[in-house]
DNA sequence: TGATGCATGTAATCCGTTACATGATTCA
DNA sequence: TGAATCATGTAACGGATTACATGCATCA
């Protein structure tokens, strides 16, 4: 399916027109935040090189104080390439977690460090937990809510296997939404 | 972190010694499947280059028929090494899934499409599920056992996610193992 | 005064994948 | 006979990250 920072990027500008900026917070900070990454290393290339293409348009806003403010609009050739891309079903997920490769070593590694390992990963948890349960009711359109529906189960039940399997992780009252 | 090829193969290493060819296989079947990825593109290369740096031995098995089977095995050298690697705390994981950004795109594809998506989603995740219960009970490394743990945890909150929002994903039976 | 946020971009580098190249054995 | 498994490797290419480069505004 192509997911690279071009197909994403495409994406959010069916949403809204955009600025390389604001389509980096997006891309940490909403609803994609929880199974992408991107950095301005590839996003500013991705839009010049797409405008180029003619797959957007570019509109400099002036602003003062500020450097000129590029806003990009996909235009109908981005959107046909864009559902292009769509068009091919999504490859499997891929996860990739530093902490489930020091648990698998186990045999090699202290129980000290093994500990601070496990409680940043309860802490990186809950941080995305608290991340999507104080964003989630603002959001209204549907994609938004599956994913964030979606996240919020799978990392509910990492975080219940973290503590059900290290009791020293003390449940801090749990209940909140079962 | 410093989670690449190197560090993997060195991590397997630390359990037995291994061929090129096996510790792929141990990649794409094992433990560690559920969290990360390398092809022989990149596996011998590693190994070569491991091997030139004293963080590894190898010892050529000669077979009737196949090309020698080069067996690696970890040096002290190699030990350190990877010590030094995991002593650093883990990174937090990366989850990417095409699948999630299909779905923050449902105004943009057809309901057909979105149905087809989800069915392959959700086979992908039994398929999953399903190896991990086939191998469970045969493994005993402590490690392992918490890995596969954590992935089927993860992987089963997924599968009923995806059921309670689509309906028309018939449980099969559930209850097993709740 | 110093960090953080706004705002854009380039160049060097890394890390990995894909495709290619080779070839015997075994199983259906 | 053709697919799958065993077995190792290289070269071209792709895609992204990191660090660098710049600079004003705002807030503490």
Excluded at 53 to 67: D, H
Excluded at 153 to 163: D, F, G, K, P, W
Aim: proline share 3%.
């Amino acid at each position: 399916m192509a997911m690279n920072v071009r197909t994403l990027c495409l994406g959010i500008l069916t949403f809204r027109e955009a600025s390389g900026y604001e389509l980096k917070k997006e891309i940490e900070d909403g609803s994609f935040s929880h199974f992408i990454d991107a950095s301005y290393g590839s996003i500013y290339p991705a839009l010049t090189q797409m405008n180029a293409e003619g797959l957007l348009t570019v509109r400099s806003e002036e602003q003062a104080g500020r450097p000129d403010k590029k806003v990009y609009a996909i235009t109908d050739q981005g959107r046909t390439v864009l559902a292009k891309s769509l068009a091919v079903l999504p490859a499997k997920d891929k996860f990739k977690s530093e902490f489930l490769f020091e648990m698998l070593m186990q045999h090699f590694i202290s129980k000290d460090h093994m500990d601070e390992a496990i409680d940043k990963q309860h802490a990186d948890l809950l941080e995305d937990l608290a991340h999507i349960a104080q964003k989630r009711d603002r959001v209204c359109e549907v994609g938004s809510k599956f994913v964030m529906g979606y996240a919020d189960s799978v990392l509910r039940a990492a975080v219940n296997y973290l503590e059900a399997q290290c009791p020293r992780l003390k449940k801090p009252k749990a209940k909140a939404a079962e």
